[in-house]
């Protein structure tokens, strides 16, 4: 299901991957924080399909990270629809970036960004042995 910390916590990553610059900086920050062991990306499409499995998974972590590109914030919608609570919430726009046409590039310095808001929010279980 999640990866789990020295802590023993499970937490795992929703993400928006939109089309916009933004969702793909959200998608790939979690990407990034999943390769560093932080988290356990599921399907946000699964919780919008009302995949039985995947909205067990979610309500099962101890740590919901919500990553949305931008206010219309379908991250945080599908997994309020869903029932899955989140315990954690980052939102690319609120951190300074402007939603645009993506243009193929991922802008390294917001995924950076994005990536050390998300382990500022989740302090201890990065700090355990999350990394």
Do not use: W
Not at 31 to 46: F, H, P, R, T
Not at 81 to 95: I, K
Not at 102 to 115: L, N, S, T, Y
């Amino acid at each position: 299901m999640a990866n789990e910390c020295c802590s023993g916590t499970t937490t795992v990553l929703f993400t928006c991957s939109g089309a916009a610059n933004v969702g793909q900086v959200a998608n790939q920050a979690a990407v990034d924080l999943q390769q560093e062991g932080i988290g356990k990306m599921l399907c946000l499409a699964g919780i919008g399909s009302h995949n039985s499995g995947m909205i067990a998974s979610g309500k099962g972590a101890d740590r919901v990270v919500g990553i949305d590109g931008c206010t219309v914030a379908c991250t945080k919608k599908a997994l309020e629809h869903a029932e899955v609570p989140m315990t954690d919430y980052v939102v690319v726009t609120g951190l300074g970036f402007k939603k645009q046409a993506h243009d193929g590039v991922v802008d390294k310095e917001a995924v950076e960004k994005v990536k050390d808001e998300i382990k500022k929010c989740l302090g201890p279980v990065v700090a355990s042995g999350g990394t």
